[in-house]
């Protein structure tokens, strides 16, 4: 389980990734991705290595919406397992994320 | 030189000719400076001898001319110094020096004339001897081009000859001068042909010294290329093969020091829940053919194992990724094993590899201390994906139990005599082992001893371990141990667990319950689902109803992070409370209906309020976990004053 993330050269770009169980003993750490960053930025939080996410989680990608403004385009979810994506989809949560399948 | 053309000497290449011609060249003005020194010397001597009977003008004006003539040659050899032998200037060269001799035999032909005299016949013998000095002397230096010889020895010998002819006594004579420059042409061919020869030579000797030095070359740089491919292949495996780990990790293996290049490949990583996982590898091929299926393998091995993927997953994209990365001819014999001692079970996948042994501590009732686990499924990189059974087997292990697995090199060790060490031998040795590390030992000696006298391949790779006394304490959670056959499982049962403060504390009952019922209903099944929804309906109980947090903070960063805060600081002090959970599994022709009911000691909450429908635009607020429950669930209902929750969930054996 860890987070891990990395700001891009020209500085707009936050790309985070979760790796393992995606649930609540996370949250200081994911917080810890984007707290400092300044308003604008994009966030691109890659899931492909998550294989469990729970509500904790779902609450955690709604506060970094928050944090970046809550425009749709400004988080995306990059590559969600079948099982996680299932559950980004029983959440509606491809409403107000981008999701990136590829 | 006209004889040195491409025409006649159809075996040379044309660049060849011209560099002979070249070689020829440089003889001919190489001895210009000595020669021509001898030549002015050799005419002021001559100027000298017959002074008396000429007129001192026309002596004075020959020998000038004979000088002038000496210091032009010289002055073209600068010049021919300076410029080279280009390709193309060849024959310019020769040319030039052809005109050269024509006029110092000019020269001499003069002199002939001029000093001739029909009467002093001592005189006409010492003009005779030094002529035929001259153009004897001259066939030396000029035998590198023929023509040459050939314009020199006429211009000199033949107005001797025609003097002494034009008197009736002199015949004799001119027919001896004639004879003598007959023999000179002669000795002059010879000679050129001989230098010919050797110029020849020595160029085919240079091309070849150029050539074996180029191909020596080319040798060494392949050579050194091959050097750097092994050097490569050996720090591929290196770093794939991360002996540290294997070190650190107390299985005992042997593992040939030759595996960069025969394709064995041993990983072990740690799953992220305790549960080891070793991978076993024999890849067709060698060298870096073999690392190039070694690196997506091993890649996807450590990867995965440590992200927490359970062992048919990794099964499958390691194959997925051999079958679809690499040529047909390349795939790996493969077993991966996994050693999940809290649970006391051992899950095999063996593809294409010798039996995996499970050698138990105690005689079990059938009396067999030795359970092979044979290879039912084909290597990775073989099947298409769809086509592969990635399950592995699920058997009941305890501590002390040992575990063995060895790539073919082991059984197929052969003896002087040809015959192969087998399984037989090696079940023998397994069956008074007693620990990992002196099984390894003893069946490295029993190899070593077996093929004594026979070259060793060290194509041999194996691995034995001792499953560790963690199983020990939970290993009574299983009624038997053994699964029950695939027939009588997913059979109907009930199991209630009631969890009382301290274990609450401590304890994440979720993975537990969900890798129980798994195990006990169906392992193939894929049971995410279930530990999602049991975890929040578990996460409910315990923060809403036993440690009486309130969600409502959790829509700002801070609220968020204060509620985990709170969690924490109330759990830890938790001294009363209880959360009792009740499976239920029926057992139907699809799969099986599971009922999980959850109860905890708290006050209930206003659960017709709460659980918000699936479908509506997700908002910062609490409710979540109970939605995605409910979406995944086919019924949930709270009871009573809402501490009661019974969830229904139906699974189906083909998914």
Same mark, same amino acid.
């Given at each position: 389980?860890?987070?891990t993330a990395c700001v891009s050269a020209a500085g707009e770009v936050v790309e985070i990734q979760i790796v393992g169980r995606f649930d609540f003993s996370l949250q200081k750490a994911f917080r810890a991705t984007y707290r400092d960053c300044p308003p604008g930025m994009v966030y691109r939080v890659d899931l492909s290595g998550v294989d469990y996410l729970d509500s904790a989680a779902l609450g955690m990608l709604l506060l970094l919406r928050q944090h970046a403004g809550e425009v749709k385009q400004d988080v995306v979810l990059v590559q969600p397992t079948p099982s996680v994506a299932k559950i980004l989809r029983i959440a509606n949560f491809h409403q107000i994320f981008d999701v990136d399948q590829a | 030189?006209?004889?040195?053309?491409?025409?006649?000497? #159809?075996?040379?290449? !044309?660049?060849?000719?011209?560099?002979v011609q070249a070689d020829l060249q440089s003889q001919l003005y190489g001895n210009l400076v000595i020669s021509q020194a001898t030549a002015t010397f050799g005419a002021v001597v001559c100027a000298v001898l017959f002074f008396d009977g000429q007129p001192a003008v026309r002596v004075a004006a020959w020998v000038t001319y004979m000088v002038l003539v000496a210091m032009a040659r010289l002055g073209w050899r600068a010049r021919y110094r300076a410029d080279g032998v280009h390709e193309r200037s060849v024959r310019y060269w020769e040319l030039s020096f052809m005109a050269g001799v024509a006029f110092s035999a000019l020269g001499w032909g003069t002199a002939v004339v001029m000093f001739f005299d029909p009467v002093d016949v001592t005189r006409q013998l010492l003009l005779v001897v030094t002529v035929a000095a001259v153009a004897a002397g001259s066939i030396a230096h000029l035998s590198a081009s023929f023509p040459a010889v050939g314009v020199m020895l006429s #211009?000199? $010998?033949?107005?001797?000859?025609l003097m002494y002819a034009r008197q009736p006594e002199g015949l004799g004579l001119a027919v001896l001068i004639l004879l003598f420059f007959g023999v000179m042409l002669s000795i002059g061919w010879r000679n050129h042909a001989t230098l010919r020869g050797n110029a020849r030579l020595a160029e085919g000797n240079r091309r070849l010294v150029e050539q074996l030095t180029e191909h020596a070359a080319a040798l060494e740089t392949a050579r050194s290329q091959d050097d750097a491919e092994r050097e490569l292949a050996l720090s591929v495996f290196a770093a794939i093969l991360p002996r540290r780990i294997l070190e650190a990790s107390k299985l005992s293996y042997h593992l040939s020091s030759q595996s960069a290049f025969n394709g064995d490949l041993l990983l072990v990583e740690n799953h992220p829940d305790g549960r080891q996982h070793i991978m076993l590898g024999d890849f067709t091929g060698h060298g870096l053919a073999a690392s190039l299926g070694a690196i997506p393998a091993a890649d996807v091995f450590m990867s995965m194992t440590r992200k927490g993927f359970p062992l048919r997953m990794i099964v499958g994209e390691i194959n997925r990724k051999l079958y679809t990365q690499l040529p047909a001819n390349l795939f790996c014999a493969a077993c991966l094993i996994e050693v999940d001692a809290a649970h006391s079970r051992l899950r095999v996948w063996n593809g294409g590899l010798p039996s995996v042994y499970l050698i138990r501590r105690q005689q079990t009732q059938d009396d067999? @201390? #030795?359970?092979?686990?044979?290879?039912?499924?084909p290597p990775l990189g073989v099947l298409p994906p769809d086509r592969l059974i990635c399950t592995p087997r699920s058997l009941a292990i305890d501590a002390g139990d040992l575990v063995f697995m060895a790539t073919d090199g082991v059984t197929e060790q052969r003896d002087l005599t040809g015959d192969m060490f087998g399984d037989e031998r090696l079940v023998q040795l397994l069956a008074s082992a007693t620990d990992a590390a002196g099984l390894a030992d003893s069946l490295k000696r029993a190899l070593a001893t077996f093929s004594t006298g026979v070259e060793q391949g060290d194509d041999l790779t194996f691995v034995a371990l001792r499953v560790g006394p963690e199983a020990r304490l939970q290993a009574r959670t299983l009624p038997d141990r053994g699964l029950p056959p695939a027939s009588v499982q997913a059979a109907d049962?009930?199991? @209630? $667990?009631?969890?009382?403060?301290?274990?609450? @504390? @401590?304890?994440? !009952? #979720?993975? $537990?319950l969900s890798q129980f019922v798994g195990d006990l209903t169906a392992p193939a099944h894929d049971w995410n689902e279930l530990d999602l929804v049991l975890g929040e309906l578990y996460k409910n109980a315990l923060e809403h109803g036993v440690l009486r947090l309130d969600s409502s903070g959790k829509h700002t960063d801070d609220g968020f992070e204060a509620y985990y805060r709170a969690r924490e600081a109330r759990l830890a002090a938790l001294d009363d409370g209880h959360v009792t959970v009740e499976l239920t599994h029926h057992r139907d022709p699809e799969g099986g209906v599971l009922q999980m009911t959850l109860r905890d000691s708290g006050s209930g909450f206003d659960h017709r309020a709460a659980g918000r429908e699936s479908g509506e635009v997700p908002r910062l607020a609490h409710g979540r976990g109970l939605m995605l429950a409910r979406s995944l669930c086919q019924g949930l209902e709270h009871r009573g004053d809402g501490s009661q929750v019974r969830a229904t969930m139906r699974w189906r054996a083909d998914g």
């Open positions: 389980m860890s987070v | 030189m006209s004889d040195l053309a491409p025409s006649q000497s #159809v075996d040379l290449p !044309p660049d060849l000719v011209t560099a #211009v000199t $010998l033949l107005p001797l000859a067999r @201390r #030795v359970t092979p686990i044979h290879a039912d499924h049962w009930r199991l @209630r $667990l009631e969890l009382q403060a301290p274990a609450l @504390r @401590r304890l994440d !009952p #979720v993975s $537990l």
